[in-house]
């Protein structure tokens, strides 16, 4: 009974979320924003400031969720020189690596999810990311994290850091997005950094 209401609320916070970055007319496409990681004006200057982090300067693997407001971050990772996995969307194809050598003059091209299919290589074996950056809907003051209702961003951290242990996870999000207290549920993971358009949060 408990997890049914846990679950209510975190969908009652997602429309909160939607409503007000509509409200406030942050929101950038693809619409309707309602069941996405929702994009964002400053997604742009979020990824900027997460390539300015000690933590991405010396990470040489760095996997990103597939959501249009890190679209930049993948960009950033093949023009950094980065290995980029990619997971593809809803995890259907897994997850692909794009090797930055590959992509040179074409990284706008390759950060996207067509582009990603077709510069990308399908993984059979996962490799260690030295780096997680992942999508949110919401994030709160203790770092938990709140995703569009599917539980892949939260499946996926855990998976990869049971197989290789603890991984640095980034998101980046609209000053909006960041709330008093995200609803939790046992499986809710946390991020470590948060990342907005004006500001740097670390747990």
């Given at each position: 009974?408990i997890s049914?209401?846990?679950?209510v609320?975190k969908q ?7 409503n ?5 007319r942050v929101?950038?496409?693809?619409f309707?924003?309602?069941?996405r990681?929702?994009?964002?004006i400053g997604?742009d200057k979020?990824?900027e400031?997460?390539?300015?982090l000690?933590?991405?300067k ?10 249009s ?17 990619f997971?593809s969307p ?9 090797d930055?050598?590959?992509t040179?003059g ?9 582009g ?8 059979k074996?996962l490799?260690?990311p030295?780096?997680i950056v992942?999508?949110c809907v919401?994030?709160d003051k203790?770092?938990y994290?709140?995703?569009k ?19 640095v996870?980034?998101t980046t999000?609209?000053?909006c997005?960041?709330v008093?207290?995200v609803?939790?549920?046992e499986?809710?993971?946390?991020v470590?950094?948060?990342v907005t358009?004006?500001?740097i949060?670390?747990?």
């Open positions: 009974m049914l209401n846990v679950k609320e009652k916070l997602r429309e909160e979320i939607w007000k970055m509509e409200k406030l929101a950038l496409p693809p309707p924003i309602r069941n990681i929702p994009n964002f997604s979020a990824a400031k997460v390539r300015e000690e933590e991405w010396k990470a040489k693997v760095i996997l990103v969720n597939p959501d407001p890190q679209r930049r971050i993948r960009e950033l990772a093949l023009l950094d020189k980065k290995i980029l996995v997971a809803r995890l259907k194809h897994g997850y692909l690596k794009i930055s050598q590959k040179e074409k990284e706008k091209l390759a950060s996207t999810i067509k990603a299919f077709k510069f990308g290589e399908k993984l074996e490799p260690k030295d780096l992942t999508g919401a994030v203790d770092f994290r709140l995703g209702g599917c539980g892949y961003g939260d499946k996926e951290i855990k998976m990869f850091e049971e197989k290789f242990g603890k991984i996870v980034v999000i609209h000053d997005q960041l008093e207290k609803p939790r549920e499986n809710d993971t946390r470590d950094i948060i358009p004006t500001k949060f670390r747990r």
